[in-house]
């Protein structure tokens, strides 16, 4: 299991901006979890979704 990291670094990671992470997490787009209230992610997972979306594309 991958390193659980915030949304910062989410951000980043995809290129998007914190608003639209925020948006991903209120629509459950995108899998994640609440420590302290405060929404975690693993990288790992994130992945998997894209490649999920991405082959339903083609």
Known sequence: MGKYVGV???SEYLGLSRG???Y???KK???FYR???KPRFI???ID???AR???GMK
């Open 8 to 10: 910062k670094e989410v």
């Open 20 to 22: 639209t992470i925020y």
């Open 24 to 26: 991903y997490i209120a």
């Open 29 to 31: 787009k995108i899998p």
């Open 35 to 37: 420590f302290n209230g």
């Open 43 to 45: 990288l790992d997972e």
């Open 48 to 50: 998997k979704v894209i």
């Open 53 to 55: 979306k991405s082959e």
